[in-house]
DNA sequence: CCCGGAAAAT
DNA sequence: ATTTTCCGGG
């Protein structure tokens, strides 16, 4: 209700606000890395190292300084800090790259971003046939919507579930389906995906679904690999990106190199041509309606997301089918409404599919980590355990149980998306100013193994599959009839899936930044940097980051926003450091605005914000 | 340095 | 739920 409100748009509330929990949605340590290694200023404290999601910390002390700054914890060393990035062990969020100081990796593999929500293959199937080039195919069968009872799905453990907070089944949706998808196949969905357009159907996207809900078909890894090796072959395939050492790490101590690739074979070029275009403006008329290209452009969306954060690439995830919301076109808010299928019925996702659970999940869901040591007990005891079967822990499906997923959407990515017309993305006004940007991540699950690393074998799974997948929900809207009880199970088996393959791109940091013209705006603003100099500069930003693209429309729409924006940011107050330059109050001029205001937004994301 | 347990704080 | 503190042990 409150929000959005009439526009339109709607999107889930979570995105704004997420549930209230009352301490938990400041900004993560995990985020706050990110933001930090995708800027440049900040890249003699911290930067992209070696090849997946290494990173350096270069300077422990001023990036415990930043993140204290953050969290208005002066008392903040890198010690604490360290350990607060421990703790992601665990979580999967992180490991360690042994051997190497200060250097972690973030899992990508189990990371991902989930920018535009609504993706999910399920939507656009059905919603837009004709749309659906390729990809979307299977649309019609498999879709997968929320379940309406979702919670138990996701959390089987039963612990939590999340909570009742407002989640759409879109974010589930997202954080599950396609999260869970996405860290395996994930990888290689993506590479397929690029490859069936480029080269034209493939077998279509059968093969998503396939991979999601249970059915391994061919995504196996024989197969992927098959696919990657044409299409990546011809990429010029990963490559090795810099030498760094991620391996020669590994090769002392444990890591092992992924099979994979670390490097990852990105290429720029291999994206496409596709520019974004900082105006973008999806607005009106925009929509959705995508064709091959548009699918490409989808992906490369979420490609280029995944570079502004420098990131590797891995992560991507591709939906094989996108789905497209059209914020404008929808004037109920999903929240209320959402079942208003109409909508829905024939487009989109939406979100809000079903009603019927609007329940609110959170999403993330925490792993259950199992702690190496106990893995380790556990060898002890038992001895080896399968190798896959470390799983053993995980109970049935063990490995790739669990997910947890987060969700924002935000900044960064955002350029991406628009480009592309497709309105996706939450926006969330304001508020939050330390929210920032909030990405939405999910993790998923690996499993074990990963330790070492990456995933990579752990095909298997499936084969079991079970039978019955899951969730095509979609014709519930209100009478609810299928509902039987049994997508639950899906995901989590499911969203094993099989080994991701090698992806592409390679992490070198600098060279996305080639590939992306976006990027950047930064903040600068260092509160007070102490006695470092790097404060960083600022530098022009170009980009417009989704957030604020739909901020502004908002803007012109709404513009409590505005208001609220500045509200909070008003504390500030303290000229401080952050100072500068943001005065959003206009409140016509929506080009100038959001530019201010993207800005502003950048700027205010890191640094701090005075406490 | 790095690792985690534990307790407290948020 | 996550992070901050504190801390003993490699």
Redesign the pocket.
């Known amino acids: 209700m409150k929000t959005p409100g009439e526009t339109g748009f709607a999107f889930p509330e979570w995105a704004y606000k997420p549930e209230s929990?009352p301490?938990?949605r400041?900004i993560?340590?995990?985020h706050f890395i990110l933001e930090l290694l995708r800027k440049e200023e900040y890249h003699d404290v911290i930067a992209w190292q070696g090849d997946y999601g290494e990173f350096v910390i270069k300077d422990?002390d001023e990036v415990a300084r930043l993140?204290?700054a953050r969290?208005c914890?002066p008392?903040?060393n890198?010690?604490?800090?360290?350990?607060?990035l421990?703790?992601?062990?665990n979580?999967r969020i992180l490991h360690?790259t042994?051997g190497?100081?200060?250097?972690y990796k973030f899992n990508f593999n189990k990371l991902v971003l989930v920018n535009y929500p609504f993706i999910d293959m399920g939507s656009a199937g059905v919603g837009v046939p004709q749309s659906a080039p390729p990809v979307p195919t299977g649309a019609v069968s498999h879709f997968r919507f929320p379940p309406s009872t979702p919670s138990e799905v996701l959390s089987p453990s039963s612990?939590?579930l999340r909570s009742p907070g407002s989640f759409s089944s879109m974010a589930r949706r997202l954080a599950r389906g396609s999260v869970s998808d996405c860290s395996d196949g994930t990888s290689a969905n993506s590479e397929i995906d690029e490859g069936s357009l480029g080269v034209g159907t493939a077998e279509e996207r059968v093969p998503e679904r396939g991979f999601r809900s249970a059915v391994p078909p061919r995504l196996t890894h024989e197969a992927l690999y098959r696919m990657y090796g044409n299409h990546v072959g011809h990429r010029g395939h990963r490559a090795h990106p810099e030498p760094l050492s991620p391996f020669a790490s590994a090769g002392s101590g444990l890591l092992a190199p992924p099979p994979l690739s670390p490097a990852l074979p990105v290429t720029a070029g291999t994206h496409l041509p596709y520019t974004p275009s900082p105006t973008l403006s999806p607005m009106p008329g925009s929509i959705f309606s995508f064709s091959a290209e548009d699918m490409q452009r989808y992906l490369q969306a979420h490609t280029q997301s995944v570079y502004n954060y420098h990131l590797s690439p891995r992560a991507l995830f591709h939906y094989p089918n996108v789905v497209v919301p059209q914020p404008q076109r929808l004037e109920k808010p999903l929240q209320s409404t959402a079942e208003r299928p109409s909508v829905l019925t024939h487009s989109y996702p939406l979100a809000p599919a079903d009603d019927a659970h609007h329940t609110p999940f959170k999403f993330?869901l925490?792993p259950p980590p199992l702690?190496?040591?106990q893995q380790r007990e556990a060898q002890g005891h038992q001895g080896s355990l399968g190798s896959s079967s470390s799983s053993a822990l995980g109970s049935s499906l063990s490995f790739g149980s669990d997910l947890?997923s987060g969700i924002v959407s935000n900044s960064s990515s955002s350029g991406s998306l628009n480009s592309t017309g497709l309105p996706k993305i939450k926006v969330e006004p304001i508020s939050d100013i330390e929210s920032e940007e909030e990405v939405e991540v999910t993790d998923i699950s690996d499993d074990e193994g990963d330790e070492r690393d990456e995933e990579f074998f752990s095909a298997h799974r499936r084969d079991h599959h079970h039978h019955h997948h899951h969730h095509h929900i979609f014709g519930r809207q209100s009478n609810g009839i299928s509902a039987p009880p049994q997508y639950d199970d899906s995901e989590e088996d499911v969203f094993k899936a099989p080994a991701p393959p090698p992806l592409f791109g390679a992490p070198s940091s600098s060279s996305f930044r080639g590939t992306m013209p976006t990027v950047k705006s930064e903040p600068d603003t260092p509160p007070a940097s102490s006695g470092h100099g790097h404060t960083p500069l600022p530098s022009p930003s170009q980009c417009i980051p989704l957030k604020l693209r739909f901020k502004r429309r908002w803007d012109q729409e709404q513009h409590t926003e505005e208001a609220e924006d500045k509200k909070v940011r008003g504390d500030k107050k303290n000229g401080e450091s952050a100072g500068i330059e943001r005065e959003e109050s206009e409140s016509s001029a929506p080009h100038k605005l959001s530019a201010e205001l993207h800005r502003a937004a950048a700027q205010l994301s890191l640094e701090n914000k005075d406490c």
């Open positions: 929990s301490g938990s400041q993560q340590l995990w422990p993140w204290g969290k914890k008392q903040m890198y010690d604490k800090l360290s350990r607060a421990r703790y992601y062990y979580k360690k042994k190497k100081r200060f250097t612990e939590e993330k925490q702690g190496r040591k947890s």
